[in-house]
């Protein structure tokens, strides 16, 4: 009976600490990793690590799965192994003594894939109305910039401003092409 942690980012940017804070754990499974599937290192680690009479902590529903098919599957595997899944943002618990627990995770991994199909959606729209508007052209000149004389300008002394006016190219461009210098 073993107390199981389990902790997702989807970027090595994110950071992991807040999740779980103050939970005491007999074993961590963390990664950075999309949940936009299963296919996880540290998922598929932790789903053979996993025995009858252990808890799985996760911070929220969409830490473990994103899909709504996948978080299901997943529980119910957990749940006839006799795993008890505990989620701590939303207060559910799952397992084979808790019908209501496992009712109420159905109905918030439905409503997180869709409040995140609506999203996606959203933002496909707002890219194709700045399209139709004239402000995105597609993709920056970044592919064909001479990134060599940029980088010969800034050793040679010229300011950031000058040599992106100098190669019609953003000072944000330039400051990339810079650090690449370092």
Do not use: P
Not at 58 to 83: F, M, N, P
Request: aromatic share 6%; glycine share 8%.
């Amino acid at each position: 009976m073993a107390n199981i942690g389990y902790i997702r980012v989807s970027s090595v940017q994110q950071n992991t600490e807040r999740q779980l804070a103050g939970v005491t754990l007999d074993k961590v499974f963390e990664e950075k990793a999309s949940g936009k599937n299963i296919e996880r290192e540290q998922f598929k680690a932790m789903m053979d690590y996993l025995r009858e009479g252990d808890t799985l902590h996760v911070h929220s529903i969409d830490r473990l799965c994103r899909k709504t098919s996948d978080l299901l599957a997943t529980v119910e595997e957990l749940t006839k192994r006799g795993v008890i899944v505990q989620f701590h943002k939303e207060g559910v618990k799952t397992g084979k003594e808790s019908a209501f627990g496992n009712f109420m995770l159905t109905v918030l991994a439905g409503v997180a894939q869709m409040e995140r199909e609506f999203m996606l959606e959203r933002q496909r729209e707002g890219y194709e109305a700045a399209k139709q508007a004239g402000r995105l052209t597609g993709r920056g000149k970044s592919s064909t910039i001479d990134r060599r004389a940029v980088m010969n300008e800034i050793l040679a002394g010229l300011s950031v401003r000058k040599t992106a006016e100098k190669f019609r190219i953003s000072t944000q461009t330039v400051m990339k092409i810079k650090k690449e210098l370092r």
